[in-house]
């Protein structure tokens, strides 16, 4: 077989970010009345994708300032998840609107993937952020196309090219150029909270092997409420189980509001813009504006959590920044 045609990264920004252009078979083109409605339109496609990404960057910081709070991951994604969940139901009816229902079969599928992509990636990220920066996991994230690029390559025997494989290597060099530097200053915690966040990017990469052929017969917008909302019961189940329900009582308010913003800025409102923007420039062109995502998380980490920037966080961002934008144009 020849090399994979592999599109624009489908993770430039949140764990999710931006998930619908991830679940397109090829790049949507942009609107075609974009590029002649003014300077003001025009810059609102890029504006909606660069901000969504920042939006979803938010998400790693929050959490870590919730952790200070002494709450812990099973409670903090049931708050988030909870938050979330009448929007993921909005999105659902939206989607479904003047459509037959799903079939059982499709719910089932839409119903695995939501576990995979949705519930046991943002639980495994949740438990890695517990050890590493917001700034390790954000580039962790990252990699999510080289990681769909090698499943494609184990689970179907497509092959990439020698300027895929030299991406690849330059991103991975970066990550562990500041995974190294982050073991150095917090010790073997780092290799549990890394290993973690590579689980969850596993799981992610996964979810979008598998959800292409979905997408096409059900729609993105339909597919990412149903398997948000699945996701969402999951978080609130798994809280049901393993921590009694009088503990809500004992979380700290700070939580609350934390998870607030959360559930609606970091989780709803970044998938919104990243669809609108889209619409407007294509799902190529917002995935580029989006490489906006990690750096936002390196700046707000240093700002807002007081996490070292060094001269290996810079270098091993920008080769995981240069490595991922060479992969999203080799062919």
Wanted: include cysteine.
């Amino acid at each position: 077989m020849g090399a994979i045609k592999y599109g624009p990264a489908p993770r430039a920004g949140e764990a999710w970010l931006p998930r619908i252009a991830a679940m397109s078979a090829s790049p949507l083109p942009a609107s075609p009345t974009s590029a002649s409605a003014g300077p003001a339109a025009a810059w609102a496609g890029p504006a909606l994708a660069m901000g969504g990404a920042v939006a979803f960057s938010g998400k790693a910081i929050i959490v870590k300032l919730a952790y200070r709070h002494g709450v812990d991951a099973v409670t903090l994604i049931m708050l988030r998840m909870a938050v979330a969940l009448p929007f993921f139901l909005l999105m659902c009816w939206w989607a479904g609107r003047g459509r037959a229902p799903l079939p059982w079969r499709d719910r089932g599928i839409a119903a695995a993937l939501g576990f995979s992509g949705y519930y046991l990636s943002s639980y495994l990220d949740f438990l890695g952020l517990q050890y590493i920066t917001a700034s390790l996991e954000r580039l962790i994230l990252y990699l999510t196309p080289s990681v769909v690029l090698l499943l494609g390559r184990v689970l179907h025997g497509k092959r990439a090219s020698g300027r895929q494989w030299a991406a690849m290597a330059l991103a991975y060099f970066g990550l562990v150029l500041v995974f190294g530097h982050e073991l150095t200053l917090v010790g073997p915690r780092v290799a549990l909270g890394a290993g973690l966040v590579v689980a969850s990017t596993l799981s992610y990469a996964l979810y979008l092997v598998y959800s292409g052929e979905v997408v096409q017969r059900i729609g993105a917008l339909r597919l990412t409420g149903w398997a948000s909302a699945v996701a969402s019961g999951l978080c609130l189940a798994q809280f049901a189980l393993l921590r009694p329900l009088s503990s809500v009582m004992d979380i700290a308010p700070p939580v609350w509001w934390l998870s607030l913003l959360n559930g609606t800025l970091c989780t709803v409102l970044p998938v919104l813009m990243v669809m609108l923007a889209i619409a407007r420039i294509g799902s190529g062109k917002a995935a580029q504006y989006g490489m906006v995502g990690p750096v936002s998380t390196i700046v707000l980490g240093v700002l807002i959590l007081g996490e070292p920037f060094t001269g290996w966080v810079a270098a091993g961002t920008l080769c995981v920044l240069g490595g991922v934008a060479l992969l999203a144009r080799a062919r």
